[in-house]
């Protein structure tokens, strides 16, 4: 069956998802033993609500146009991909960027809230809340919230805000209200629980707008849903560049909604798909399976089963868990998943900027330290390897000079 | 072993009496199971047993701050068991956890371990009706009921279907919202309890914001239990140990009998 995409102009090939390595998941929201639906009683009617009004929207075109065409017109869709000429000679390989930090708000985190604003819209309610890390997401749900006439929260550990203050003005300057989260561990995981507990007791008229491929179904599948643009972009524009299929195809993970969405379009393809995750918080090279904010995936924790805090450069990548797709994808080989530590992530960041004149957020990179080490060695001589620069090194730049001055 | 929750409440209900389940984060204060003790010397029907963990969604500030106090002070699931098993307590214990807890040491771990210590119900409010099937049969094989939640929000269809499942009683969410005091009761606890009347079930226990007497009176009109946890809680942490948890239970006492 051919379809028009109207993002893109061209037919492109839809596949009969039974057949597709990333299709839908079972009807309990499983890929494989992954995934599902842990949460009290009380969310598990907003949950189906969602599920029903996600399936009704996604399968309506004039929901996929208004969609899509906002991501054209506001979003700056379709992002580019940049071959990087010198780096690939320094190499040896054929590194290829897709550009996800050119969309507005310099992340792909517009892709996802854009769709979970208008499915807001959609489902009659008016208010959004979003949980945030370092604060993309949180600037992002602010953004779309603005676009469509939402009233947004967002919630974000203490710690993080203090962290992270320029972005916590961002979203006040698009007319969000940012609360600090002070239980627990002061941030990302708990600003998760809490947007969770404030769902409950606002469930009519708002909804959560979670900002990656975990949570409860039919979140992990609905954010991928939304992310799958970037992959299915990428696909058609390396066939054009004449790239062909990329030998890999390189994305950094905390949740893992950037990841998912690149590797969408390529999981079916013979490209070899290659997450990075922050050393500090690594849960599916150092983690175990476990249940977290509605799901079951891997999950970095204690052997009492007390989720651990993550720790590493990137606050974006600051997350105990994984989306459970990812679990999932690891668990049948489909793709696998590496480490890469803070040092290596400095470097790449400043090779690349010095390089190529673009400067990565910490998050994408995580992906590029890994090809850099792995270049002539497990990547060989000659491949193809297309990194998805999910972020732009804007709101890192204060860290990275405290950091660096502050070096021998 | 431990008495069966679902005999116990069974009998009692059908006795006409009201029942009063108070609620004691484990491990929070050094001297907690003595104040187990006392709640139950003040009356209650069977008590249940919060086990710490990191993330807990479904409750408010005071189990928070109880929990991460019970985590500092080392507690485990498999400390509180052993803890448990020393004492010779006459009625039901409920275990309240989340599921990672009970994943992580396995299903059949748990259950044997929470048996031998005399537990014989279970709450775990993120396995809802589609995910706890595997944990419920291991729980009966050990002799544990486990206990499902009703919502305001939850359909009729579905609560049918909740209360089919549900063993030993079934626990009546009070309000949209997580655990934690509050000064009046909200208007949702008369839908919820008439909902689940209106299907088959095991006695209907309202927790989640029961506070006071007479809030637990109120609630004792329309439902078979009530179920107080932070409102007790509080008084813990406040420093008022056995003796005060003795006397608040005592007040519920009366005021459910009244």
């Known amino acids: 069956m051919w379809t028009m995409d109207p993002l893109i102009g061209v037919e492109v090939e839809m596949v009969d998802n039974a057949e597709m390595m990333m299709g839908t998941p079972d009807d309990d929201g499983r890929f494989g033993s992954f995934g599902g639906r842990f949460v009290p009683e009380p969310l598990i009617p907003a949950c189906l609500e969602l599920e029903a009004a996600f399936k009704d929207a996604w399968g309506d075109p004039v929901f996929v146009e208004e969609y899509e065409s906002i991501l054209h017109d506001f979003g700056g869709r379709p992002t580019p991909i940049t071959f990087c000429r010198r780096l690939s000679e320094d190499l040896g390989i054929s590194l290829y960027l897709k550009r996800e930090d050119l969309a507005h708000t310099g992340s792909h985190k517009i892709n996802n809230v854009i769709g979970q604003a208008l499915l807001t819209r959609r489902m009659g309610k008016h208010k959004m809340i979003a949980e945030t890390g370092a604060g993309q997401h949180g600037v992002a749900s602010a953004t779309a919230a603005a676009l469509l006439g939402l009233e947004c929260t967002v919630y974000m550990g203490e710690l993080d805000t203090q962290r992270q203050e320029l972005n916590v003005f961002r979203m006040e300057l698009l007319g969000a209200t940012v609360v600090p989260v002070t239980s627990g561990s002061k941030t990302l995981k708990d600003a998760v629980n809490e947007a969770m507990r404030t769902w409950v007791t606002q469930v009519d008229d708002t909804h959560y707008c979670l900002g990656s491929v975990m949570g409860p179904h039919p979140f992990p599948w609905m954010v991928r849903e939304f992310q799958r643009v970037i992959g299915d972009e990428a696909a058609l524009q390396s066939k054009e560049l004449g790239i062909g299929t990329p030998d890999y195809v390189v994305a950094c993970i905390g949740g893992g909604s950037n990841a998912a969405g690149m590797f969408a379009g390529f999981a079916d393809s013979t490209a070899q798909l290659i997450g990075v995750e922050a050393s500090g918080g690594a849960a599916i090279t150092s983690g175990s399976p476990g249940v977290l904010h509605g799901m079951r995936s891997q999950l970095i924790q204690d052997d009492q089963g007390q989720i651990s805090e993550a720790h590493s450069i990137s606050a974006g990548l600051d997350y105990p868990g994984i989306g459970p797709e990812h679990a999932h994808l690891a668990d049948i080989g489909r793709a696998r998943y590496e480490q890469a530590g803070d040092d290596e992530v400095l470097e790449a960041l400043q090779l690349l900027a010095s390089r190529e004149g673009i400067i990565p957020a910490l998050e994408p990179a995580h992906g590029l330290a890994w090809i850099l080490r792995e270049a002539g060695r497990g990547i060989p001589k000659g491949s193809s390897v297309l990194l998805n620069m999910s972020g732009r090194g804007d709101k890192d730049v204060a860290q990275v000079l405290s950091i660096l001055k502050g070096r021998p | ?258």
């Open chain 2, 1 to 258: 072993m431990g008495i069966s929750l679902s005999e116990r409440f069974d009998a009692l209900t059908k006795e006409k009496k009201k029942l009063l389940i108070p609620y004691i984060m484990a491990g929070m204060d050094d001297s907690w199971l003595d104040i187990v003790e006392a709640v139950i010397d003040a009356g209650a029907d069977a008590v249940e047993i919060g086990l710490p963990f990191s993330d807990p969604i479904l409750d408010g500030e005071t189990i928070q701050e109880a929990g991460l106090l019970s985590l500092a002070n080392g507690t485990t699931a498999f400390s509180v068991f052993a803890e448990l098993a020393k004492r010779s307590l006459q009625v039901p214990l409920v275990v309240m956890t989340y599921y990672n807890i009970v994943a992580h040491s396995g299903h059949e771990r748990f259950a044997g371990e929470a048996a031998a210590a005399g537990i014989t119900g279970s709450i775990v409010p993120d396995l809802s009706l589609e995910e706890v099937g595997d944990w419920q049969d291991v729980a009966r094989s050990h002799g544990i009921d486990s206990v499902l939640l009703v919502a305001p929000s939850t359909p009729h269809e579905r609560t049918r279907e909740i209360c089919a499942r549900s063993k030993g009683f079934v626990y009546a969410v009070a309000r949209m919202g997580v655990t934690g005091e509050q000064g009046a009761l909200s208007d949702d606890v008369h839908g919820v309890v008439s909902k689940i009347r209106a299907v088959p079930s095991p006695p209907i226990c309202v927790g989640i914001g029961v506070s006071t007497p007479e809030q637990a009176f109120d609630v004792s009109r329309e439902a078979d239990g009530v179920i107080v946890g932070s409102a007790l809680v509080r008084k813990i942490l406040d420093g008022e140990g056995a003796q005060g948890a003795h006397a608040f239970v005592s007040s519920l006492r009366e005021a459910i009998d009244r």
